[in-house]
């Protein structure tokens, strides 16, 4: 099963510099809304199965153009929102940052808890579960491998990155995910593969497939598991 997490479109309060977190009626800006309309040529004939969705609007605006084109209607999964920040929510992140709360958000996550609000621990074991539960569901629905779509927020892409590394949560202000950008990773029986990070290109890969590629005619065959990585290295 293959997952694109897809981070909204820019929104009214990336511009401002505003944490909006789940504040009501954050919507996306005009870039957001370029981004939105520009996904259909972006996923080009990839076959996408289903469209999942945090409930905040941004979200729901930014699938709104490819869910109407692949004619599927958008799931809301409310495990998919975004973190709960508590008291930090709608203010300034230039306020933020004099906050003791922000080094830690920054060094040691994994103990960040906003006041009145979730942890980034809790974060990570919700958006984890929500998307295996949707890749069980869309597997006995289709019959094996599928290609999905789950739209979300920057800090739950990233922790999702970091547990498909197996990377301690604590590591995951390493990873990028920008406003618009598509991460994309392979979950199989064995591990999770990462197969794009931060895609903010025109397409994605033309060779993105739900299931592992197929071999082309006179190469010989790998006979690698499909859970398995290649030692040495892909060998397309």
Known sequence: MTVLLLRHGRSTSNTAGILAGRSEGV?????????????????????IRAVVTSPLLRCRRTVEPLADALCLAPVIEDR???????EWTGRKIGDLVNEPLWKVVQAHPSAAVFPGGEGLAQVQTRAVAAVRDHDRRLADQHGGDVLWLACTHGDVIKALIADAYGMHLDGFQ????DPGSISVIRYTQLRPFVVHVNHTGLRLSAGL???PPQQEKGQEKAQVPSSDAVVGGSTD
């Open 27 to 47: 919507d996306l800006d005009d870039k957001g809304r370029a981004q939105a309309t520009g996904l259909i040529d972006r996923i080009g004939t990839l076959p």
């Open 80 to 86: 998919l929102a975004e973190v709960d920040y508590g």
């Open 174 to 177: 390493r990873v990028t995910a």
């Open 209 to 211: 497939a739900a299931a």
